[in-house]
Each structure stands twice: as structure tokens, then as C-alpha cells.
Nanobody, 122 residues
Framework: QLQLVESGGGLVQPGGSMRLSCAAS????????IGWFRQAPGKEREGIAC????????NYADSVKGRFTISRDKAKNTVFLQMNTLKPEDTAEYYC???????????????WGQGTQVTVSS
């Protein structure tokens, strides 16, 4: 079974930081491109970050560029999303997704996690 599990969400104040984790079971995550998505109430799902399966290249949506960083920890079979300078408009359900042997940007993803809630509020 191929599974992705997000964790690390919760409540954070505006201007604060939070790190989300996307952990894989059943496959080696390093062989997959990983994307982070978010969806807020009343809005479409938004792709915000991507890291390629080879070469390590990344890309980001304009809404998070300069504030969010995606990275891999191969030993932990985990991809992280470091979120800094958080804003209330970052409040959303955050999801990770995986596509085998792919480079960013990714049009389609085969595997999705269950999501983790991030709330940015004072």
C-alpha cells in the first residue's frame, strides 16, 4: 500500500512559522516528485510548492514565494514544507501529493495524503 501522511498543522499567529511534514510508507519518496497543495473554504485547491524526483529543483506559487520552502530528508523518507511569515490568508487544509519519476511542474499526481489543517489567527 502506498500512503502519504501529512502532519504538523495547527494554530499559529500571523507572522509566525510552522513546518509541515509529508511522510511516505510503502514506497521510497525520493523516487517521486512531491507537491504541496492547499484549499480554503470557498476557494479552489491551489498548488503552492513542488520538488522534483531528480535534480532537486523546486518551484513555488507567487502567493508563497519567499516565505515557504520545500525540502527532502531522505533518511526519514519525508518531505517538509517550512512556512515562515504566515498570514491569515494562508489558513487552509494542506495536502501533499506524489508522482513517480517526475520533474516540477507536475500536471497530475497519483497519490494524495489526507490533509492537515493550518489556521493563522491572532
Amino acid at each position: 500500500q502506498l500512503q502519504l501522511v501529512e502532519s504538523g498543522g495547527g494554530l499559529v499567529q500571523p507572522g509566525g512559522s510552522m513546518r509541515l511534514s509529508c511522510a511516505a510508507s510503502g514506497f521510497i519518496l525520493d523516487a517521486y516528485a512531491i507537491g504541496w497543495f492547499r484549499q480554503a473554504p470557498g476557494k479552489e485547491r491551489e498548488g503552492i510548492a513542488c520538488i522534483s524526483s531528480s535534480g532537486g529543483n523546486t518551484n513555488y506559487a507567487d502567493s508563497v514565494k519567499g516565505r515557504f520552502t520545500i525540502s527532502r530528508d531522505k533518511a526519514k523518507n519525508t518531505v517538509f514544507l517550512q512556512m515562515n511569515t504566515l498570514k491569515p490568508e494562508d489558513t487552509a487544509e494542506y495536502y501533499c501529493a506524489a508522482e513517480r519519476l517526475a520533474q516540477c511542474p507536475i500536471a497530475e499526481y497519483d497519490y494524495w495524503g489526507q490533509g492537515t489543517q493550518v489556521t493563522v489567527s491572532s
